[in-house]
C-alpha cells in the first residue's frame, strides 16, 4: 500500500516558477513508475511527466524543456520543478504511481494524490 500528498502548490505570476513535492509512505517506493498529472476546469487529465523506477524521466511536449521531474527514493520523495510557468499551466497537478510504467501512461497508477492547484496569472 502506497499513500501519496502533493504539497507546493500556490499562485505565482507568469514566468516564475514553483516546486510540486510527492510525499510517499510505503517501503516499496522505489519499485514503482511514478508520474504528475494535471487537470484544468473544463479538461481531460493530463500527463505531464512521469519517471521510471530506475529514473528515466518522459515530458508532455507542453511542459519539455520547462518542467523538471526527479525522484529521491531514499526519502520517499517525488518533485516537479516548473519553470517559466504560463497561465495555461494552470490545474490542479497530482501525482500517482503505478506497479508498471503502462499503467502510469494510462492514468491507471494504483495510486493516487489528493491534488494541489497550481494557478498562474498573466
Known amino acids: 500500500q502506497v499513500q501519496l500528498v502533493e504539497s507546493g502548490g500556490g499562485s505565482v505570476q507568469a514566468g516564475g516558477s514553483l516546486t510540486l513535492s510527492c510525499a510517499a509512505s510505503g517501503r516499496t517506493f522505489s519499485i514503482y513508475a511514478m508520474g504528475w498529472y494535471r487537470q484544468a476546469p473544463g479538461k481531460q487529465r493530463e500527463l505531464v511527466a512521469h519517471i521510471t523506477s530506475s529514473g528515466t524521466t518522459n515530458y508532455a511536449v507542453s511542459v519539455k524543456d520547462r518542467f523538471t521531474i526527479s525522484r529521491d527514493n531514499a526519502k520517499n520523495m517525488m518533485y516537479l520543478q516548473m519553470n517559466s510557468l504560463k497561465p495555461e499551466d494552470t490545474a490542479v497537478y497530482y501525482c500517482?504511481?503505478?506497479?508498471?510504467?503502462?499503467?502510469?501512461?494510462?492514468?491507471?497508477?494504483?495510486?493516487w494524490g489528493q491534488g494541489t492547484q497550481v494557478t498562474v496569472s498573466s
Open positions: 500517482a504511481a503505478g506497479r508498471t510504467l503502462l499503467s502510469v501512461l494510462r492514468g491507471t497508477g494504483e495510486y
